[in-house]
């Protein structure tokens, strides 16, 4: 798989896990994001990033957040994801 489009899918796929920690993930907006490959595993990735959304009370909140994945032939396995604050 070309890197450009292991990156686009592990972003989006890292999009997705992030926003169900969040209180109000439809308020979600991420900025500031990197993906690279990692390790010695093939197809291994780690993206990190901030994400701005509402909290409980409906004020918005700047987060941290990790995600681990894997590009499996087509698809992307997140592996976990951490929103950190």
Known sequence: MDRGLAELMVHDQCMTDVRDQLKAPAT??????????????????????VVDSQNSFGALVRAGYSCTATVEGEGVVVTGAVVLG
């Open 28 to 49: 979600a907006q991420f900025g500031d994001h990197q993906a690279r490959p990692v390790g010695a595993v093939e197809g291994a990735w780690v993206e990190t990033g």
